[in-house]
């Protein structure tokens, strides 16, 4: 399939009723429903019992991002509220991990809510810390695309800006949950592994986990290891072109320890489970950068995949997934690095042919939306048969709702 095919979005829709949506979580993470389509067909689980529903010495990756508190309010002097929604760091810094870690000043791109009400140079918001008063002022420089480049500066240079958005920002629930986010979405709306700081939205199928969960995979003899994909904003946006191929896919930052993609080298013969479309679709782009630098390896400086990447000509050329991870690793070697930083707009859809993963484990998703869309390109029009199957039996869908595991032999 390249890029001059059509694809309909209408194809991908479904009617998905209010009450199916959760607005909260189970008490347990566990207790969720798990939807299991094989071979055999589709059946109803509960999440605990996973790994007996997957083969011994499988692999599973894991996406070890963490939500940060990324929406901040300030309230005019007339009482009206602007919303900044931070999505990337933007100025000098553009390493999320070291823009946190920056004192008295960082610059992000962000998303501004009523915007048309901000009339001043800057936005100012008073909170206590410690036995201080402390100033955080928010000056708007200029528009980018749909959002604005946002320049935050504080008087307390002991403070990081991560410490600066744990004690004022807001976790930032999914819109379509149309609720205000409680304390307890705080470590809800957070996988128990996350680590590495700058998502805006949760890797959600990664919510179910526990740790008697991750006990009972060692015993079973199931691997797993962590990829770092920071999710964006635009994983929320629905695709509003008849054709999905106009749709523009969004960018969004990974991080892959050398040792993992050794991992992965030494579990194709295995089953290669993504904990998540965001995983997924960083296993998937790790692949397309190895052809790429097989490929092209001259004008491949870095690991940067564009969305149309995997469907050009120039690229398809049927090389196999050792080689290409092995191009990765030894452009880790030929370079001195341990760690591969890059970025994808990867967009996968039906007709995309998977080069790393043989299972996903995931929640349901939006009607026409490129998680949906990436779902069908893995188990084809069995994703019509599975979401009526899930909405039949009682399911719970989106971010807080049941899982579902999906595998091919």
Not at 192 to 206: C, D, E, F, L, N
Request: with cysteine; charged share 25%.
């Amino acid at each position: 399939m390249f890029i001059s095919d059509t694809i309909s979005i209408n194809d991908y829709d479904y009617d998905l009723p209010e009450k199916s949506i959760a607005k909260f979580p189970l008490e347990k993470r566990d207790d969720s429903k798990l939807l299991l389509l094989n071979d055999e067909g589709i059946s109803t689980h509960i999440f605990r019992d996973i790994p007996d529903l997957l083969k011994k010495d499988s692999l599973l990756i894991f996406n070890n991002t963490k939500v940060i508190y990324a929406r901040i309010l300030f309230r005019k002097p007339s009482g009206s509220l602007i919303e900044i929604f931070c999505l990337e760091p933007a100025g000098d810094v553009r390493d999320a991990q070291l823009s946190f870690q920056q004192k008295v000043t960082s610059t992000w791109k962000c998303f501004i809510g009523n915007n048309k009400r901000w009339k001043e140079d800057y936005q100012e918001k008073v909170f206590n810390y410690q036995d201080k008063t402390i100033t955080l002022k928010a000056e708007r420089k200029e528009a980018v695309e749909d959002a604005w480049i946002v320049e935050f500066s504080w008087n307390e240079p002991t403070l990081s800006f991560a410490e600066v958005l744990e004690l004022i920002g807001l976790i930032p629930l999914p819109p379509y949950l149309n609720r205000n986010a409680v304390d307890s979405d705080k470590i809800r709306y957070q996988t128990i592994y996350a680590r590495m700081k700058g998502s805006v939205a949760a890797p959600t199928a990664g919510l179910h986990f526990t740790n008697e969960v991750f006990n009972r995979l060692k015993k079973e003899r199931i691997n797993v290891d962590y990829i770092t994909l920071h999710v964006g904003a635009g994983t929320f946006k629905p695709v509003s072109t008849e054709d999905a191929t106009e749709h523009i896919m969004h960018h969004e930052k990974i991080i892959i320890e050398k040792q993992t993609i050794t991992n992965i080298i030494d579990n194709l013969n295995n089953n290669i489970i993504a904990v998540g479309t965001t995983s997924a679709r960083t296993l998937e782009s790790l692949y397309w950068f190895g052809v790429k630098l097989k490929v092209d390896k001259d004008a491949c400086t870095s690991f940067n995949i564009s969305q149309w990447d995997a469907y050009a000509k120039a690229y398809n050329k049927n090389i196999s997934t050792t080689i290409a991870l092995q191009n990765v690793i030894s452009y880790l070697d030929n370079n001195n690095l341990h760690t591969l930083y890059g970025e994808t707009q990867l967009m996968i859809v039906p007709g995309y042919k998977f080069r790393v993963i043989t299972g996903i484990i995931t929640n349901f998703h939006q009607p026409k939306s490129t998680l949906l869309l990436l779902i069908a390109a893995f188990i084809g029009e069995q994703w019509k048969d599975a979401y009526t199957y899930a909405l039949a039996n009682g399911f719970r869908f989106l971010s807080y709702g049941d899982s579902c595991l999906f595998l091919k032999e």
